[in-house]
């Protein structure tokens, strides 16, 4: 299967660095690029893409409010940051971004990273994610999710969620909680479905909010 990938950077040599990376790459295309936000939600509504690549510093139309926007309409966005502790990132995972990538990541990892989040997963560098979400949270502890949404998990699914925004992957859980791979899974699946996260990027950024860390 072929991966449509969408380019969004106000940065013409940025574009046109990644473009050249995956333009080699047989399972991935290229099918526009974007100045801005406005721009990228156009050419989502017209190319339907499986992933886009967001620059989150645009000028109009921000990578923020863009990534709201075509995440809504059925697109997976990874966001593209230059440091790895950006604020804005977070803001864009709890928009519904799938993950974020710094622009000087390798090739390679690149063009894995396009094949997860088309392939549904959350793409999350798990410590740096971690890390990420809970600074944010911290400075601003006043934003905390509806406590009624806590009370739909059974007692294993937060203790699972507290390990999942500790950045632990399924095998990982199963180890610390004494549980098989395939019950973390289901655990975590059921969490999602309960608490309407698209992916287990936003489960991280819902554990922490609700104070499960």
């Known amino acids: 299967m072929t991966v449509r990938v969408l380019?969004?950077?106000?940065?013409?040599?940025?574009?046109?660095?990644?473009?050249?990376?995956l333009d080699a790459t047989g399972d991935i295309e290229v099918v526009g690029e974007a100045a801005d936000g406005a721009q990228a939600v156009a050419l989502v509504r017209q190319f339907a893409p499986d992933v886009v690549l967001m620059d989150i510093r645009m000028p109009g139309m921000d990578g923020l409010e863009a990534t709201r926007l075509v995440t809504a309409m059925g697109a997976r966005v990874v966001v593209l940051t230059t440091f790895d502790l950006d604020e804005y990132v977070f803001e864009a995972l709890r928009a519904g971004a799938?993950?974020?990538?710094?622009?000087?990541?390798e090739p390679e990892d690149l063009r894995q990273a396009i094949r997860v989040v088309a392939g549904g997963e959350a793409l999350l560098a798990p410590r740096i994610t971690a890390r990420l979400i809970a600074e944010f949270v911290r400075r601003d502890a006043r934003r905390r999710a509806d406590p009624e949404?806590?009370?739909?998990?059974?007692?294993?699914?937060?203790?699972?969620?507290?390990?999942?925004?500790?950045?632990?992957?399924?095998?990982?859980?199963?180890?610390?909680?004494?549980?098989?791979?395939?019950?973390?899974?289901?655990?975590?699946?059921?969490?999602?479905?309960?608490?309407?996260?698209?992916?287990?990027?936003?489960?991280?950024?819902i554990a922490y909010e609700m104070g499960l860390v």
């Open 98 to 105: 799938s993950g974020f990538l710094t622009k000087d990541v």
């Open 149 to 205: 949404r806590l009370a739909r998990l059974t007692e294993r699914e937060r203790e699972v969620m507290a390990q999942v925004a500790r950045g632990l992957s399924n095998e990982e859980i199963a180890r610390e909680l004494y549980m098989s791979p395939a019950t973390a899974r289901t655990h975590v699946s059921r969490a999602m479905i309960k608490l309407d996260a698209r992916d287990r990027a936003q489960l991280v950024v």
């Open 7 to 21: 380019l969004a950077d106000d940065q013409r040599l940025v574009r046109a660095g990644f473009r050249g990376l």
